[in-house]
């Protein structure tokens, strides 16, 4: 198997009123997350990445809702049970944040080795119940993107 790229996109999918998407990883039961994802190869487009990840691990297909590049950028430590899908001494990842506004909370088709369930839940408490200090900042971060924007979202 070859090396993941240390480089990924974190989607946080959302609705109009704010209602957030986490899914439960199945090699960490217990660890909640918004869909994450290396890209597949050093040139694919950060978008293009993104709408893949959140096919594999939702079912739901971005182009039909509104996703957005939201132009922010982080280096964070890969946690060290991780840290073997990647080359030998690479130890932290660039993570690029986009957002998907969905019209309201779709059916999930998960992927059963990255995730054992999926809930909705207001972006306060998945702000919380986010393991990922900086995916809870993502989703914290939604109250001021999302504010401005149109009430309604999907058809994109």
């Not at 993104?50 to 939201?70: K, N, P, S, Y």
């Not at 088709?109 to 200090?133: N, V």
């Amino acid at each position: 198997m070859p090396y993941k790229i240390p480089e990924s996109v974190l989607v946080v999918i959302y609705t109009p009123d704010l209602q957030v998407l986490l899914l439960e990883r199945a090699d960490r039961p217990g660890f909640w997350q918004s869909v994450t994802g290396s890209l597949d190869t050093h040139d694919e487009p950060l978008a293009l990445t993104a709408a893949r990840e959140v096919f594999e691990e939702t079912g739901i297909i971005a182009g039909e809702h509104q996703l957005a590049d939201w132009q922010h950028t982080i280096q964070y430590e890969i946690y060290p049970q991780w840290r073997h899908r990647y080359e030998a001494g690479v130890t932290r990842n660039t993570e690029h944040w986009f957002g998907l506004c969905v019209s309201g909370p779709l059916p999930v088709t998960l992927a059963p080795r990255e995730h054992l369930q999926s809930h909705w839940l207001p972006w306060e408490a998945a702000a919380q119940q986010c393991f990922s200090s900086s995916n809870a900042e993502a989703v914290r971060q939604l109250a001021w993107r999302a504010a401005g924007r149109p009430a309604v979202c999907g058809a994109g």
